[in-house]
């Protein structure tokens, strides 16, 4: 056998209840367990290619070869499912995003899962889906919520074993969508998992962990009772303390353009209006405008007539990182 | 005696460590001691006359018949002035700014400084400026700053007494300058006295105040130093958790306008070029531009080319707050 391929496709997520920071960073041990939702429609396919005649692993990012460091962060990913999966030769790995890298749409996210699935897949083999959730972790920390369906929990654990994620409800379960305003699709100046070791260089940092778990609960019961109103309220506050950690970083990380700002401000007027709405921002300046779907059409063409909005994404809860294809 | 006047003078001030939230809020007793620079040429003048024949105290501002919350306000005050100076009588009161009122350039704190010291000289009395400084925090917190001269100290303190400002070093020991970009004029939508008190809603807020004592020792050390790289560092802390805590409190508190972000922005990357120039933001979108003299005309000259600024104001460090004129 010299060749053994699978493509999988994953999708993006949004945080609801955000990752910010490691407990352990070379296992990607979260300091809090989070949650999320699945974006259906902007996802990541990659194919894996296991080829014993390969001198080295290689990647090809949308089209073209992909810079050194990308290649290698691919290949050191590479390196932990050789070893799960006893394999010992290289990969041949071609992937591609159907939306903005690098912008706040945790592109890393989906790719990660992708990549994970693929190269299992590739391989035969077969693994639960609880040890899939937590070998894309090792990649990328949220890439471990763009494994299951819908609506995830991501716990924080205690070893790499405990540090998985899986779906709390299926993406049919809540008819929320996310309505995402790109403001720029430049790739950020400064990559999550540089981000995520800063954390502690925030003093409020502590205290953004110490209340996790609390709006976790909070957020998830909102979810399982469709209560938007809570939903807000807690989505909202958690972004708001994430943004607050990284901006009392040193040196301080801003992540808000002024198009950003003007947007947080028209959703909080429009809920208060009666749309019902609210806004979530990972790490980058796009706001994700959560809503419930019959006001979605609203929300997008207001985000349209928004000086600095560059392009809208819509997008409902996504199904799990699934094999599309696979051969010998 | 029927009438008895004085008019006093007293600048604005800008903190560098800065003051956000009450632990007794009837007495403004500060969770934290915070420092400043008073702001020459931008000043409250504020006539008081003691005026048995009156029926009520009586508010001007700016030439207009104040609402009735200003009055009242002023009336507190003017209650516990009575209080201390064994007076009976009403109070004519006339006051002006030269300055836009409630956009962050703290109108309160000259104020209720020349409001307290007008209406001491009135009365023909003298107190300490010690004692001037706690009466003047009894009106509005940041007062108690404007009443000493240059570069100023208010101790957070247990007690009524103990919560007062001093100088520890002249206007003149220091050629910093605040270039003020006032991106709006607007009156505030929550003003701080509100704010204060909604501080404790943030779960930061605690992370704030445990690390204040440390900013400002080396905030005054940089200061005595004449140090503006280690004070830059400081100063732009601070402000990012006061700001940090208003936009995590509930409801949050958000003052920063899109051109805020820009101008927050230009600056760090200005300082990087070279300009010794930092930022701090009181509870309202205008930019304090803190530099030194011999790099304000440039960065006076940046800032009027920025979009989205409608003036630019420039202030060294100022005097005391004192009575230039009364009269029987």
């Given at each position: 056998m010299h060749v053994n391929r699978a493509t999988a496709r994953a999708f993006a997520n949004i945080a609801f209840i955000k990752?910010?920071?490691?407990?352990?960073n070379k296992l990607r041990l979260p300091v809090n367990g989070s949650l999320s939702m699945n974006l259906a429609g902007l996802y990541t396919e990659t194919m894996v290619r296991w080829d014993s005649r390969l001198q080295s692993d290689t990647l090809v990012l949308n089209q073209r070869a992909a810079t050194e460091d990308a290649r290698k962060r691919v290949?050191?990913?590479?390196?932990?499912?050789?070893?799960?999966?006893?394999?010992?030769?290289?990969?041949?790995?071609?992937s591609h995003n159907n939306f903005p890298m690098g912008a706040g749409i945790a592109s890393s996210a989906a790719a990660f899962a992708a990549l994970t699935v693929a190269a299992v897949g590739a391989a035969g083999m077969e693994l639960s889906e609880r040890e899939l959730t937590t070998l894309a972790r090792l990649g990328s920390g949220s890439a471990s919520r763009s494994?299951?369906?819908?609506?995830?929990?991501?716990?924080?654990?205690?070893?790499?074993?405990?540090?998985?994620?899986?779906?709390?409800?299926?993406?049919?379960?809540?008819?929320?969508?996310?309505v995402i305003a790109?403001?720029?699709?430049?790739?950020?100046?400064?990559?999550?998992?540089?981000?995520?070791?800063?954390?502690?260089?925030?003093?409020?940092?502590?205290?953004?962990?110490?209340?996790?778990?609390a709006r976790l609960t909070a957020c998830k019961e909102s979810v399982l009772n469709r209560d938007f109103m809570a939903f807000a309220d807690v989505v909202e506050h958690d972004s708001n303390l994430m943004h607050a950690v990284m901006m009392t970083s040193r040196p301080p990380l801003f992540y808000w353009l002024p198009a950003t700002l003007t947007i947080m401000g028209a959703v909080r007027d429009w809920r208060a209006e009666g749309l019902q709405v609210c806004y979530t921002l990972d790490a980058g300046p796009n706001v994700h405008c959560l809503c419930m779907s019959n006001h979605a059409p609203?929300?997008?063409?207001r985000l349209r007539a928004t000086p600095g909005v560059e392009a809208?994404?819509?997008?409902?809860?996504?199904?799990?990182?699934?094999?599309?294809?696979?051969?010998?």
């Open positions: 990752y910010w920071g490691n407990r352990d290949a050191e990913h590479l390196d932990v499912l050789r070893a799960r999966l006893g394999l010992v030769g290289y990969a041949a790995v071609e494994v299951p369906a819908g609506f995830v929990e991501w716990y924080a654990g205690d070893t790499h074993e405990d540090s998985y994620a899986e779906s709390f409800a299926a993406p049919e379960y809540w008819d929320l969508v996310d790109v403001v720029s699709a430049e790739h950020k100046a400064v990559v999550s998992a540089r981000g995520h070791q800063s954390a502690n260089t925030s003093e409020l940092q502590v205290a953004r962990v110490g209340g996790a778990a609203e929300v997008e063409s809208v994404l819509v997008a409902g809860a996504g199904g799990a990182a699934q094999v599309i294809t696979s051969a010998n």
